[in-house]
């Protein structure tokens, strides 16, 4: 180790060509002027998470106003066209717009599964009125969307499912029920894998969009080991939906399926990254407190803390590797499994060790001390990292198969 | 700065898997043990190192070398890994280069790095004292005497010590000071004992007993040691890594080709789930693993005094890549991997070299937490 005290390397600005250094100093001045102080703060619970949707209630006007500025900038989707709502940057002008977020500590204005998972499918496979009639409000932060795939006996083995779609000329009528649907109780449309061909498994499934206040709907929400319900049960009852919101091809949704799960597990995968907010370490030093050395007076979980630290900072720089990689065109498509199995795995040791760290002030599950329990419940929730958006062993066999190209895999 | 390599780079890195692979295979290192070679590495291989200019690799243009970065030492290094090549481009080319070029006066470059980057000098750094590398803890000292200094210390895993011409002696100076000391491999007082190492590559216990040297043995001064001899590690420490990286993508691609081939009970092994995990988790790890290293090189050549963090998240993370990539190499292989017929032995043993020098994943572990502050 060098003796000199590093601190955290400034942003890259070193190899900035002249037009991204401008775009630089131009975004950062904009987000000075723009980013209320308190989307500066570190967030405090799950209500300081804007994931907006016509059922949304803003927790601050600051809020509310970050999500506007940003939305009337394009930038809560950067690199999509101007035409859908976005700023049409470059993907290196989109690197240089986090870099810059997150040295001022700006909040993502904006959560959304629109974004993360369908806003990339209808991208790629969307026709052009599609593309304009949902990308728009998605950036917007009007319309929250959720994912209709998991079913209670289509879960790693996800295209068997059985959820069905009938074709009645105009429109199809879909009968089903999906589980394990994200926010579905709090979400405006969804987007649904359907079977439009028993006869045929994986080149018989449909992808479709429809509206969740349609008639025949049902959502049940799940109470977790958490004590949080962010999953649904949800039903469907003859429910009506319009051949104009078939994505891509008839038969042929499990294409836009896999496209999509690529984005989902990258998001999963950045969960490990984007948590971090204060070393485990330095919290840990301050709940227990540090020996004559100045080390951590619990050697062996200094010890485990650190090996997570290495660990969490070398994968961090995979996440950006990643991007580098994609945008230099060397990327394996199935890198996407990689990053979520160890940006997963990697979420759930932290919160292992984070429960370590703090002890019974840990245990508590009500006290407004513990903000009902953030700990504990955050902890449990984790334990499903390695579970959604395809298990850490679906992950595996992916690698092996796409990547490594072992037999029979 | 983007975390893949340039396009030279990659030509680089290129050019040297086809020269190493055609010029040194792990059948020359095989030669080398078994013919208990007097020099434990090909002199001819070595001119040619110099006529591709990988031992000027690190040596600034107006010393006659290429003047290049870690990321380029450490793409050569990286196929170093792949074929084990013994040579003393890590001792020299590098962590001696580098403690030259960061700290050497004019006439002490002008007197080195010219004959090192023409591979006509051997240098290597002398720092351990004990099993465990802890550099902050010399029992070598070098007191002043008249206008120069007298050297006394015994050194331990000094890389290529028996054919070394100079070394760079890390001492205590005083209270607080750390020397870096020039000594020539002649000088009266240093003797020199061959310990040939696990992995049949070089290394040598040196004793230094009442060695006299001038006023112009110092490199830099006792007060910029510390700092000179941090950096020069962080360059090994990097170029080590890079070194264990390549070995191990390589132990991994000999072990998947393997298990694609090797049949029982009727199926290919590689079919098997217990396998197939084992190695998809590990290809997770290599590649997270070069993410760190590549960040690491590129950390060094920006500020070679700030990288330390980025140095030991690299080795603490390639130390342990590598050695579960050659324990997983030699299990998949079964027996066939625990014969000295076979080539994945010969990586195990150069990783666990690797893994050793320069801190090994726990030393660069607790660094890191150190670093943070806890």
Redesign the interface.
């Known amino acids: 180790?060098?003796?000199?005290p590093?601190?955290t390397?400034a942003v890259?600005t070193?190899?900035d060509t002249p037009d991204l250094a401008a775009f630089r100093a131009e975004t950062r001045a904009w987000l000075q002027a723009n980013c209320p102080p308190e989307m500066r703060q570190p967030m405090a619970s799950e209500e300081d998470v804007c994931w907006g949707g016509r059922k949304f209630r803003p927790s601050s006007p600051a809020q509310k106003l970050w999500l506007d500025r940003m939305a009337a900038r394009g930038w809560t989707v950067p690199t999509w066209p101007q035409a859908y709502g976005g700023a049409g940057l470059s993907s290196l002008q989109a690197k240089v717009l986090a870099q810059e977020m997150r040295a001022l500590n700006c909040r993502s204005p904006l959560n959304s599964f629109g974004i993360w998972m369908l806003g990339p499918a209808l991208l790629k496979f969307g026709t052009e009125a599609q593309k304009l009639e949902h990308l728009p409000p998605i950036a917007r932060g009007e319309i929250r969307w959720c994912q209709g795939y998991s079913e209670p006996n289509a879960g790693s083995d996800l295209a068997s499912l059985a959820t069905k779609a009938e074709d009645m000329g105009d429109h199809f009528v879909v009968n089903g029920q999906k589980i394990w649907t994200s926010y579905a109780d709090k979400a405006d449309w969804i987007f649904c894998l359907v079977r439009t061909d028993t006869s045929n498994k994986h080149n018989g499934i449909s992808f479709v969009l429809f509206d969740m206040a349609s008639p025949g709907v049902r959502t049940q929400p799940i109470l977790l080991i958490s004590g949080a319900s962010p999953f649904c049960e949800t039903f469907f009852d003859n429910v009506r939906v319009e051949k104009r919101n078939l994505v891509g091809t008839l038969n042929k949704g499990w294409d836009v399926a896999k496209y999509l799960l690529g984005h989902e597990r990258e998001m999963i995968g950045s969960i490990g990254d984007r948590a971090a907010a204060r070393?485990l370490?330095?919290q840990?030093?301050a709940a227990i407190g540090?020996d004559a050395q100045?080390?951590?007076a619990d050697p062996l979980l200094?010890?485990q803390?650190?090996?997570f630290?290495?660990?969490e900072?070398?994968?961090r720089?995979?996440m950006?590797?990643a991007g580098?990689?994609a945008?230099?065109k060397?990327a394996h498509p199935a890198l996407p499994s990689?990053l979520k199995?160890?940006g997963a795995e990697l979420n759930k040791r932290r919160w292992e060790l984070m429960m370590g760290v703090f002890g019974a002030d840990a245990l508590e599950w009500e006290s407004d001390r513990s903000r009902h329990g953030d700990r504990a419940r955050t902890w449990l929730r984790t334990k499903a990292n390695s579970i959604e958006g395809g298990t850490s062993?679906v992950?595996?066999?992916i690698?092996?198969k796409r990547?490594?190209?072992?037999?029979?895999? | 700065?983007?975390?893949?390599l340039t396009d030279d780079q990659a030509q680089l890195r290129d050019s040297a898997r086809d020269f190493l692979s055609e010029q040194s295979p792990v059948s020359a290192l095989r030669q080398l043990r078994d013919s208990h070679d007097a020099d434990g590495f090909s002199r001819p291989l070595w001119a040619r190192f110099a006529e591709m200019g990988y031992t000027g690799v690190l040596v600034p243009e107006a010393h006659g070398g290429l003047g290049l970065g870690h990321v380029e030492a450490g793409v050569v290094m990286d196929q170093i890994g792949h074929q084990l090549c013994a040579s003393p481009l890590l001792a020299s080319g590098i962590v001696a280069t580098t403690a030259l070029t960061l700290a050497g006066s004019t006439a002490q470059q002008a007197a080195w790095l010219p004959r090192l980057a023409a591979a006509q000098a051997i240098a290597t750094l002398a720092i351990d004292e004990a099993g465990k590398h802890r550099p902050q803890q010399l029992a070598t000292t070098a007191r002043a005497e008249g206008a120069g200094w007298l050297l006394d210390g015994a050194k331990t895993l000094v890389l290529d010590g028996h054919v070394a011409d100079l070394f760079i002696v890390a001492a205590r100076v005083g209270e607080a000071g750390t020397g870096l000391f020039l000594v020539d491999a002649g000088a009266p007082g240093v003797a020199v004992e061959r310990t040939v190492m696990v992995d049949a590559h070089n290394a040598a216990r040196v004793r230094f007993q009442g060695v006299r040297l001038g006023a112009d043995a110092l490199l830099g001064t006792p007060e910029t040691g510390?700092?000179t001899l941090?950096?020069t590690l962080?360059a090994g420490r990097c170029a080590a890594a890079a070194e264990l990286l390549g070995l191990a993508d390589e132990v991994f691609a000999r072990t998947?080709d393997y298990?694609?081939q090797r049949k029982q009970f009727g199926?290919?092994i590689?079919?098997f789930?217990g396998?197939?995990?084992r190695?998809?988790?590990l290809?997770?790890d290599l590649?997270?693993?070069?993410?760190?290293l590549?960040?690491a090189q590129q950390?060094l050549d920006?500020d070679?005094?700030?990288?330390?963090?980025?140095?030991?998240?690299a080795k603490?993370?390639a130390g342990r890549t590598a050695t579960t990539a050659v324990q997983e190499g030699v299990q998949m292989h079964g027996g066939m991997g625990m014969t000295d017929a076979f080539e994945i032995g010969f990586f195990m043993k150069r990783a666990r070299v690797l893994q050793e020098l320069w801190g090994d994943h726990?030393f660069?572990?607790?660094?890191?937490?150190?670093?943070?502050?806890?």
Do not use: C, W
Request: neutral net charge.
């Open positions: 180790m060098a003796t000199s590093a601190a390397p890259g070193a190899d070393p370490g330095l840990a030093a540090l100045g080390r951590l200094r010890a803390i650190a090996e630290e290495v660990d900072a070398a994968f720089l995979m950006e590797r580098d990689l945008r230099g060397q990689m199995y160890y062993e992950q595996l066999n690698i092996s990547i490594l190209e072992l037999p029979g895999a | 700065m983007a975390l893949i510390a700092a941090a950096a962080d998947i298990i694609k199926k290919l590689g079919e789930q396998l197939q995990h190695a998809a988790v290809y997770a590649e997270i693993s070069r993410a760190a590549l960040k950390a920006a070679i005094h700030t990288a330390g963090r980025a140095v030991a998240v603490a993370r726990h660069h572990t607790d660094a890191f937490a150190s670093h943070r502050g806890y």
